[in-house]
């Protein structure tokens, strides 16, 4: 007897008509047209069961702040970094935990169950810190939540940096952050990162830094960090986060770039919804857009994964949790709009992000934890063009999210009494 049995699935793949059998809580048998005796049965009719979203890349320690102690006038990085130091001073352990819990009911009801969050670690009573890691404790029966260690402020620009960081490593905060551009000098940057995969290499840790968040061509940090990989053979360990300079780098020089990150197994997380808003505001016209190179990147063997980065914070005023959204507006700003470059934007928010976490278990292969989402649409492009109703959202084989689907009643003559937007076939 199965616990549950899932039927008449399409999958990301292109399969369609599969069945997904679950017992205790793991996937035993992916195939079509299972005929097996269930506790339950949830017939699919047609739609996409695919694996949770994930989202590799966040700041829940920020999140639904929006507006505490004002809004950001200019829109810019710098003054969302000014405004989250206005808003650190007043910030309650109590508060924080209350808007991040809330934040995972949202994610959770998007079908995003994990999130890599960082957390700023410059202020040295280690508050957020504190209040995040007591949240990946609430959350953890319902959502994967992983924290990077986060120096906003630059590790060696704050004083005690370093030791700030590593006080919240042995707390349990799992990988070690970084923010290179954002030190005083190039050198300071390049210092940083030699420092801090250093510090991940002695302490088995993994490394994701805000890597070169700028649109200066000469930014260059991303180079450092891939040769820190190789040199401390941290390979398929360590991220680079942003890295929307590449997007104005001489070509030249990526040619030059790109098989280094390919051969130290960096990831690189693009944060479309934030770069697009974020990047070019010094530009007149023509205006970057600032996001790193995805498909090259994709095309030179690098697993890259999109991010939402912010909802509702001191840099970013939309978002709801949406990973859809996120690869509707990176296939965009990438202009990623082949049938295989849309898919791959849909992999990006699901196998590349579970990839980057390092995530065990993900995946709807025999073996793999029951955590799915079941979508209102036939297939991953329709999923990112209607940015999909999650009808079910499954957490080892128990349903933690119901949502009806996305119908319209119409009341014209002779048309249809219904509509839900899916492709005719
Ligand atoms: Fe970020």
Request: charge should be negative; aromatic fraction near 6%; proline fraction near 4%.
């Amino acid at each position: 007897m199965l616990d549950l049995l899932i039927t008449n699935a399409n999958l990301a793949d292109g399969r369609t008509g599969m069945s997904v059998a679950v017992r205790d809580g793991k996937i035993v048998e992916v195939a079509p047209h299972i005929t097996a005796q269930a506790q339950e049965t949830v017939d699919c009719g047609g739609m996409l069961l695919s694996p949770t979203f994930v989202d590799p890349h966040f700041h829940m320690d920020a999140t639904l702040s929006y507006g505490l102690p004002r809004v950001n006038a200019s829109g810019t990085l710098l003054e969302g970094i000014a405004l989250w130091g206005e808003l650190k001073p007043t910030l309650t352990a109590d508060a924080i935990i209350e808007r991040a819990l809330t934040y995972c009911d949202w994610a959770v009801a998007k079908g995003l169950l994990a999130i890599r969050s960082h957390v700023d670690t410059s202020d040295p009573s280690l508050l957020a810190v504190e209040a995040l890691l007591e949240v990946k404790r609430c959350v953890a029966p319902y959502l994967d939540l992983q924290l990077v260690a986060f120096p906003q402020d630059g590790v060696l620009r704050t004083k005690g940096g370093v030791d700030n960081l590593k006080r919240a490593l042995d707390l349990g905060v799992d990988v070690v952050g970084g923010i290179p551009h954002f030190e005083r000098t190039m050198a300071d940057g390049a210092a940083s990162v030699k420092l801090l995969c250093e510090i991940a290499a002695e302490r088995g840790k993994l490394v994701d830094m805000h890597c070169d968040e700028s649109d200066d061509p000469l930014s260059r940090h991303i180079e450092t960090l891939a040769f820190e990989t190789q040199r401390l053979g941290l390979h398929g360990r360590v991220t680079g986060s942003h890295c929307t300079s590449m997007h104005s780098m001489d070509n030249y020089y990526v040619s030059k770039l790109l098989p280094l990150i390919a051969e130290s197994q960096v990831s690189v997380v693009a944060n479309p919804l934030i770069n697009i808003t974020l990047q070019g505001r010094h530009d007149t016209y023509p205006k970057r857009r600032g996001m790193t190179r995805v498909p090259e990147l994709l095309a030179a063997g690098v697993n890259v994964a999109f991010g939402h980065d912010c909802v509702m914070d001191p840099w970013y005023s939309l978002g709801s949790g949406d990973m859809l959204e996120v690869a509707h507006m990176g296939l965009h700003v990438a202009q990623m709009t082949s049938q295989s470059a849309m898919r791959q934007c849909f992999e990006a928010v699901t196998t590349n992000a579970a990839y980057v976490m390092h995530l065990q278990g993900y995946g709807l292969d025999v073996g793999c934890d029951a955590s799915f989402v079941l979508l209102q649409a036939r297939d991953p492009i329709e999923a990112i063009r209607l940015r999909a109703t999650r009808l079910k959202v499954f957490r080892n084989g128990k349903l933690i999210s119901t949502s009806h689907s996305s119908t319209a009643m119409l009341s014209i003559a002779e048309r249809p009494s219904t509509v839900d937007w899916i492709q005719p076939r």
